[in-house]
């Protein structure tokens, strides 16, 4: 099996599965034709319809050889409204990977903190692929996961089996009920940062989402003693 050796030359993908994670955002489970794809957790590629444009996407799933691998995305501008109106067995290009990735070689056996926002989880989801894939090699994993209603919650199907990894913590927190069941924490995922166990020593930020909840993400962590040196922004 050959591998995508030219990052910037299109390759053709089918769609095999589409699964719709909220009103607005999709994963597209995408199989290459003929070539296996190898990426980093943290790395992008373009997605493209011809006539239409392209986007950059962040690679979702585990970053681990393989002819499929997805993307999780919203349906904001051009490109994406045209994929939406497309169907199982429907054919894309992708470019790439892009990027230089999450700094995986220097958190081995390290305690890891990931905060994530809105639908920041593409990146990230690719990151704890990877932790999960091996697990015995790093510490204690804790998340923390904000989103504005309940059904904003992208891979809500995934996360009970996270919560059941063994040293994985999950702290999820949503902005408002918005008339849906919801029985665990309501406010912005700094909120979260009160029940916070991860310690400063010997440990690394992940953390991923709007500009501007990464800002205050980061002025957070440093009050809380962690150095700027120890938090990665996506």
């Known amino acids: 099996m050959k591998e995508m050796d030219n990052p910037y030359a299109p390759n053709m993908a089918v769609i095999k599965e589409i699964i719709k ?3 607005d955002t999709n994963t597209y489970v995408l199989c290459l034709k ?11 590629v373009m997605l493209s319809l011809f006539g239409v444009g392209e986007a950059a996407i962040s690679i979702c799933s585990a970053p681990a050889p393989s002819k499929e691998f997805a993307l999780t995305f919203r349906k904001v501008g051009m490109v994406t409204d045209a994929i939406f109106n497309l169907k199982e067995g429907d054919k894309v290009w992708v470019r790439g990977p892009y990027g230089n990735g999450w700094p995986i070689e220097k958190i081995e056996g390290k305690d890891l903190l990931l905060v994530v926002g809105g639908c920041g989880c593409g990146s990230f989801r690719s990151l704890l692929m ?3 894939m091996d697990r015995e090699r790093y510490g204690n994993v804790e998340i923390l996961y904000g989103t504005r209603t309940p059904a904003d919650q992208i891979y809500a199907y995934e996360h009970e089996k996270w919560r ?3 040293g994985v913590r999950l702290l999820r927190t949503v902005e408002k009920k918005d008339g849906q069941k919801w029985d665990e924490h309501i406010g912005l995922v700094t ?3 009160p029940f916070i166990k991860t310690k400063p020593d010997d440990s690394v930020v992940f953390t991923c989402g709007p500009e501007i909840m990464m800002k205050f993400v980061g002025l957070e962590l440093i009050k809380k003693g962690f150095s700027e040196e120890q938090i990665y922004l996506s």
């Open 191 to 193: 909120s979260l940062f």
């Open 34 to 44: 003929e070539k296996k794809f190898n990426f980093r957790a943290g790395q992008f």
């Open 164 to 166: 059941s990894m063994p």
């Open 21 to 23: 994670e909220t009103p």
């Open 130 to 132: 990877h932790i999960f």
